[in-house]
């Protein structure tokens, strides 16, 4: 029987899956630089005109980081997860609500440097003032809701 001693800190993040991804991937460490960032169009779930780089992990089975750039003018409506979104302004600025739809007099403005955390089956909504590079981190496989599926651009 194989047995882990752990820091009181460490047994923590492993008992909320803050550190699950970075273990299961700890045979050799990894550094990607920001001219290795390879960018793709965006995910289907949002609008044309994003692009994605994944990071580490399979955004299609387990944890997964990506970065999301998002162009100025752009808006992603109310949807919700079935796991919770970890969100990481690396560039520029998100602005974020929560309800039902869209409401850009509601809401808050996310800095560079800033992180939010969305619940699982939480509504909410982002649009984008200026071009905007998020890191999100979630678990797979991803699934995105719109709460007016007519907003939905796979529909």
Known sequence: MLHL?????????????LVGPAIADSAHHE????????????????EAGAQLAVLA????????????????GFDIHSHTHTDPKYLTVVEGAMHIGFGPE????????VEAGSFVKVP????????????????VQMNAPITVDYVDPDRDPRN
């Open 5 to 17: 001693i752990l820091k009181p800190g460490l047994a923590v993040m492993l008992a909320l899956g």
């Open 102 to 109: 869209l409401d850009k007099s509601e809401g808050e403005r």
């Open 120 to 135: 699982a089956g939480h509504m909410h909504y982002e649009w984008f003032e200026e071009e905007t590079v998020l890191q």
């Open 31 to 46: 550094v990607v630089t920001s001219d290795q960032i390879e960018w793709d169009d965006g995910p289907d779930f949002i």
């Open 57 to 72: 992990g399979d955004p299609g089975a387990g944890p997964f980081t990506v970065r999301l750039r998002l162009p100025e």
